[in-house]
């Protein structure tokens, strides 16, 4: 047992565990020597409080004042916490404050507000429109319409059964008859389809299994808060992730609340950035989670040229097919338009109500006689123009509602008179017309309402219609435009260090639909369109085709980007891709005959015979792939900000999204290869020289000079660590490589710490640099040989050391004593959702409403399967 070590405050680098009951506290603890000889700082954790019985993900939170017990419960999570100290390592964990599970049994505060209606006392926990049904609250469970469901209604004392369903009555209501027993509750079972236009309670954008919570209200924020605050100042747990902070009523005054509670304690948030957005300034976090750093990392290494013809290639291909993600901006605006009258419905209609009260009650004339129909038609048109994901009280809404946008959604109306309704709504969200309750609450709505359709509307469904390349279509990127220059680049990294440098990145997570290492590999085909077309006829012309060309396109791609796997994984990946899409099938209107055909399609073509032509094709690209995977995370880790790793990421990672980025992960690796020393060199590095990256860091762009400079990106942080990668190498090896390309050193000599013995200095040939590898990391060295990979300042707890040279030796990385071994191939991830409402999850990926529990038996089906949590 080794000496137990403070964990730095702000984190050097993450290491993401996903939690489970498979996989749960003391599964954790079993690889934390191997986590530690890393060179990681931090264990990142899944949420860690009660959660659904089973969840496979945790943000289905049904008690905030207990650890959850099928993880090991408190006492669990306080030993892991020791176990990591004594390796020197700190606990991130992900905190859920905007939605709780609709699980009326296992939630007590939900229960409660059920049985005893708006004057309970956790009546003010939820966001329910009690008026909207009567006084009653809507509840989805119901796998028909309630005639013929009642059968299975059953008064068992003091509850209500509806097959794995329970749910409280109202007191004194027991001896009622069924139906005037219903009628009596707080309550109203009603057919799952009901939610998509009847909901009466805010939830998790479309998935009516997560029920909103008010975190404004202080009481709520100190009731759902009091075991993490606990866990912090007790000191099991050093930092915080906030998910979906964009669906709170007030995402600042809940950030600034949860800063001073914590006392500010090192805390990053889920905050989607768009393309050219920026975090607010005023919010008192570290940063995002990261994912505007994958968006620049994933644009790096895509070819802007390339991905012009590739789209060309697509749309010739998919011809003459329309509405078929041939055009970005059209493929959401039609996406939003979908969301907004199908999954949105009821957010919508309740959002008109807000307007038509305070447009019917306004001192103002000119706000009287609008029609409601009229004000819902100026909310769709101005929600599906918005290019952000909601307006924020601290900012300008005028730059997020434009007047521009006002100009295109007049354009809707045939009546001139009929259009002033979109600049009555506008002046609404810009608070021009009052700042009384109700005024707040309409834009507090729309900002809600906004965030929602933005995530259903570009993740969940035009990323899954937009298929040209589908490395573009992650979390945080622009399809549109996926290609980002080395000076773009640059200038995001030096605003980070700037204003965020030590907020998170990323660039694979338990939400990208790809994981880094297969988005690399696709950003290979934006050199070689080509090629990449030619062998699509090639494989297309015989046999099936696919059902639509444009799933034969996504399906192609997806396996060249995941190389060799089953059908199995390829299947679930492409039936998630069509029923997102929803263009032929969906999770709530399946079309079993269509999924057929696609998994046939599957079996017989990217799976079957033709898919060996696909995959020599991939070999004979080898050499870029590998460039790509090496850049991209050599990037990550030395770029400003602090660096996040999924698990098993740490070696080649191949994944499709989830359930497939779940899959169990071996610790240690069986063969961390090149990648995993790489890893180790740039984690363990940030460890001895934290000053190198924080936040009194520097980064300064280095520019090569010489006929192919573009193809070499480089900066120094802090005049002491120098990285080096190789960009677009296919194009660089057809324009006949690096020849007279130079990059000057800074001042000093440089050790490269991937393979040591190689020293630079001076102006430096990129040819000799590049030599071993597609990339290089350089430390400057004053007369000493720097510690590097070989690690003199090895974690405790590890036998011997590993040099980078090491590592690939399929013993794994740093020679650990055997302890995380032996949890092998049981790291666990998220098992394959389960189909009914059981299955909910925290991300996009799901549609308004599954088929609640237990009605499968009675022939109704929902969505099934759910998204990525």
């Not at 010739?316 to 055009?327: L, N, Y």
């Not at 099938?585 to 399946?590: A, G, V």
């Not at 490589?737 to 190689?758: E, I, M, Q, V």
């Amino acid at each position: 047992m080794t000496p137990e070590r403070p964990a730095p405050t702000v984190p050097t680098a993450t290491y993401r565990l996903q939690l489970q009951p498979e996989f749960p506290f003391g599964a954790a603890a079993e690889v934390v020597p191997y986590l530690a000889s890393l060179g990681v700082s931090h264990l990142h954790l899944s949420p860690v409080l009660e959660a659904v019985p089973g969840s496979a993900h945790g943000y289905d939170v049904v008690d905030h004042a207990r650890v959850r017990e099928e993880l090991g419960g408190e006492d669990g999570l306080r030993a892991l916490s020791r176990t990591a100290r004594e390796y020197g390592l700190g606990l991130v964990v992900d905190i859920v404050p905007n939605h709780m599970a609709m699980a009326p049994r296992h939630n007590r505060a939900l229960w409660e507000v059920l049985r005893e209606g708006p004057k309970s006392p956790y009546a003010r926990w939820f966001d329910i429109d009690w008026e909207a049904q009567g006084g009653q609250v809507l509840l989805p469970v119901l796998g028909g319409p309630l005639g013929a469901e009642i059968g299975h209604l059953e008064v068992d004392g003091d509850v209500l059964r509806y097959h794995d369903h329970v749910l409280p009555l109202r007191e004194g209501t027991e001896e009622l008859p069924l139906p005037q027993l219903l009628d009596a509750q707080w309550y109203r079972p009603a057919w799952w389809r009901l939610a998509r236009t009847e909901l009466n309670y805010r939830r998790f954008f479309s998935i009516s299994e997560l029920v909103g919570v008010r975190v404004e209200d202080p009481e709520v924020f100190e009731a759902t808060h009091a075991k993490i605050l606990q866990l912090l100042h007790e000191g099991v747990v050093d930092g915080l992730r906030v998910d979906h902070p964009d669906g709170l009523a007030d995402p600042e005054g809940y950030l600034e609340r949860l800063h001073e509670a914590t006392g500010g304690r090192w805390t990053v948030v889920e905050k989607i950035l768009a393309d050219g957005e920026h975090l607010p300034a005023s919010w008192p976090v570290a940063g995002t989670t990261g994912y505007d750093a994958l968006r620049h990392v994933d644009g790096l290494f895509t070819d802007p040229a390339g991905a012009g013809e590739l789209l060309a290639r697509y749309r010739r291909f998919a011809a003459p097919q329309t509405d078929r993600g041939g055009d970005w901006a059209a493929t959401v605006r039609r996406a939003g338009y979908r969301v907004l009258s199908h999954e949105l419905a009821a957010e919508v209609d309740r959002l008109t109500r807000v307007a038509v009260r305070l447009c019917g009650t306004a001192p103002d004339p000119g706000l009287r006689d609008r029609a409601p129909w009229a004000l819902r038609t100026a909310l769709r048109e101005l929600l599906v123009r918005l290019e952000v994901y909601r307006p924020y009280a601290s900012g300008d809404a005028a730059d997020v509602v434009t007047a521009q946008a006002a100009a295109e959604a007049r354009r809707a109306f045939v009546v001139p008179e009929e259009a002033g309704a979109v600049d009555v709504v506008r002046d609404l969200v810009l608070g021009r017309h009052g700042d009384g309750p109700g005024h707040v609450e309409f834009r507090t709505r729309f900002a809600q309402t906004a965030s929602a359709l933005r995530a259903k509307s570009v993740e969940d469904t035009a990323f899954y219609r937009y298929v040209p390349l589908l490395s573009g279509t992650e979390v945080g990127g622009n399809p549109g435009r996926p290609a980002v220059s080395p000076a773009d680049f640059h200038a995001h990294c030096a605003r980070v260090q700037r204003d965020w440098p030590v907020g998170g990145s990323v660039v694979t997570t338990h939400d990208t639909k790809r994981s880094a290492d297969v988005r690399a590999a696709l950003a290979v085909l934006t050199e070689c369109p080509g090629p990449w077309a030619d062998v699509l006829a090639e494989v297309t012309s015989d046999g099936d085709g696919g059902p639509d060309a444009q799933l034969a396109w996504a399906a192609w791609q997806t396996v060249f980007g995941l190389g060799p796997a089953s059908p199995e994984r390829v299947d679930q990946a492409l039936l998630k891709q069509v029923r997102e899409a929803g263009l032929f099938t969906s999770w709530t209107e399946q079309d079993p005959a269509y999924e057929e055909r696609v998994a046939r399609f599957v079996a017989t073509g990217p799976c079957g015979a033709p898919g060996e032509r696909m995959a020599a094709f991939r070999d004979a690209l080898e050499p870029h792939l590998r460039a790509n995977v090496l850049g991209t995370a050599l990037v990550q880790l030395t770029m400003p900000g602090v660096p996040d790793l999924y698990q098993g990421t740490e070696a080649e990672y191949r994944a499709l999204v989830d359930p497939d980025n779940r899959r169990p992960v071996r610790f240690p690796p069986t063969d961390p290869g090149e990648k995993g020393a790489l890893t180790v060199a740039a984690l363990r590095l940030r460890g001895r020289r934290p000053e190198v990256f924080g936040d009194a860091a520097t980064y300064a762009p280095l520019p090569a000079e010489g006929a192919a400079a573009a193809h070499c990106l480089a900066f120094v942080r802090s005049a002491t660590v120098l990285t080096a990668v190789t960009r677009l190498s296919l194009r660089l090896a057809e324009a006949g490589g690096w020849r007279d390309t130079r990059l000057s050193l800074p001042p000093g000599r440089w050790a490269d710490l991937l393979a040591p013995g190689r020293e630079f200095e001076g102006h430096t040939r990129v040819a000799d640099l590049f030599a071993e590898r597609p990339v290089a990391l350089l430390e400057r060295i004053d007369g000493k040989q720097p510690t590097g990979a070989e690690g003199t300042t090895e974690t405790a707890g590890t036998a011997g050391t590993a040099g980078a040279a090491g590592i690939a030796g399929a013993a794994g990385i740093a020679g650990t004593t055997g302890t995380a071994g032996a949890t092998g191939a049981t790291g666990a991830t998220e098992a394959a959702e389960p189909a009914g409402a059981s299955g909910t999850a925290d991300r996009a990926g799901t549609a308004e409403g599954a088929a609640p529990e237990g009605a499968a038996g009675t022939g109704a089906t929902g969505e099934g399967v759910t998204g990525e949590a």
